[in-house]
């Protein structure tokens, strides 16, 4: 371990303040979890009003909300890919199989396994960049579909309670 004396600066940047009491929370609270009683009396003795506490509470569920809904938009284009990688695998594979058994060489079956393997090639850097407008604009309008079938489930299940009672 190094002798460097550690000496405390006069003044931090909020960055630096927000990764300094981060550190100090999670070092204080010996459990993991904060119950919303610690919350605000961490933020009392900050001097940070509640309401600014409940803004900032509404902010973070917000996005933790988005993230969700990214994390499963993410997970169902990588089902899609998946399904056309194991098309595509099944296809040329029989295509090859009986080129090689037929020619006894692999002649005519490799221009499937290009024409076919471009459009793959392609899905799989749209299904793997998650970031961009392009990736925006595909997650905005899942999430409408996504939306509106949620909905149509909600009304759906209301109409048949109603229906069976």
Do not use: C
Request: net charge neutral.
């Amino acid at each position: 371990m190094s002798d460097v004396q550690f000496t405390p600066r006069q003044l931090y940047s909020s960055e630096e303040v927000q990764q300094i009491l981060q550190r100090a929370i999670t070092r204080q609270v010996t459990q993991g979890e904060i119950t919303r009683e610690q919350l605000l009396e961490i933020a009392a003795e900050m001097d940070i009003q509640t309401s600014d506490l409940e803004i900032a509470e509404q902010e973070w569920y917000q996005q933790h909300l988005i993230d969700q809904k990214r994390q499963k938009f993410n997970l169902y284009q990588q089902a899609k890919f998946k399904n056309k990688a194991a098309r595509y695998l099944i296809i040329n594979g029989f295509l090859v199989t009986f080129n090689l058994i037929t020619a006894g060489t692999l002649s005519w079956a490799m221009y499937p396994l290009f024409f076919m393997g471009l459009p793959l090639s392609l899905s799989a850097w749209k299904t793997f960049q998650v970031q961009g407008e392009a990736y925006d604009q595909a997650f905005q309008r899942w999430q409408l579909q996504d939306d509106l079938k949620q909905s149509f489930f909600y009304i759906w299940s209301r109409i048949k309670r109603a229906w069976l009672t």
